[in-house]
């Protein structure tokens, strides 16, 4: 894996000439095939640009005025909770040519998707995504059910240049994230209980060992715990945005 070279981490400001008037810190990073902006919206939802293409993930209107971002010309859903599948804001970033991927259990309210199965690899508008299954383990409601089932959720690989970067979606360290292979940057998240705990992340972490980490997703969880917990793992760098 080699070596990540970050550019930089900036705000994008508001301005009257801008076509999106908010901010959201992003960073930018080099890849074998040209500059990965990812822009870190909130809560579970992210937005990439690359290659003159935009991938959004798990966009929620609840965070963000969609009208004023640019439209996708990929979308991944993780699954069908309401903070991860909104309707609204997809109605506001889709096109007649936006590739939306989505999960089963999103496609029975959503029409026009590509449902991809935990497991499943596509090549979509260019752009490499595998899905990893992800589910509580731990994790469960009052009445024994997981938050998460396994089986209905994903997490996505996706593959920019020479970098592949690991969007978990809710989550614990289940052993199939824990295989992955050569992973250069990680989201994970650590909402609970609905999610990891830091030491589930430090876990998972220290199995895919990705080049720079962001915990994402944390809702009131304390992400300077996972960067104690990684401290004597210095082939990660911890990276906080606000994501909560």
């Keep these: 894996m080699g070596k990540l070279i970050l550019l930089g981490s900036a705000l ?21 095939a040209g500059s990965l902006q990812i822009t870190f919206i909130g809560h579970g939802t992210l937005m ?18 969609y009208s004023k971002l640019p439209k996708a010309d990929v979308v991944l ?5 309401r903070d991860h599948l909104d309707p609204a804001a997809l109605d506001q970033i889709r096109t007649p040519t936006t590739q939306l991927v989505l999960t089963q259990a999103c496609a029975e309210s959503v029409d026009g998707g ?46 920019f240049g020479d970098k592949r970067v690991y969007v978990a979606g809710d989550t ?13 940057i990680a989201f994970l998240p650590m909402n609970l209980p609905y999610t990891m705990t830091p030491e589930m992340a430090a876990d998972a972490a220290r199995a895919i060992k ?8 944390f809702g009131k969880t304390d992400p300077s715990q996972l960067k104690d917990l990684l401290k004597g793992v210095p082939e990660i760098e911890v990276r906080v945005r606000k994501m909560g």
């Design 172 to 184: 614990e360290n289940t052993p199939a994230m824990k295989e992955l292979k050569n992973i250069d």
């Design 210 to 217: 990705p080049g720079i980490l962001y915990p994402y997703h």
């Design 77 to 81: 859903i993780t699954h069908h909770h």
């Design 12 to 32: 994008v400001l508001a301005c009257a000439t801008s076509a999106w008037a908010q901010k959201f810190e992003t960073d930018t990073v080099e890849t074998s």
């Design 114 to 159: 590509l449902v991809m199965k935990n497991g499943d690899g596509r090549t979509v508008s260019g752009l490499k995504i595998e899905a990893v299954p992800a589910y509580n383990i731990v994790h469960l409601r009052g009445e024994g059910n997981p938050y998460h089932p396994k089986g209905e959720g994903n997490g996505y690989v996706m593959t």
């Design 48 to 65: 990439f640009i690359f290659g003159g293409k935009t991938i959004h993930v798990d966009p929620w209107s609840n965070l963000a005025d």
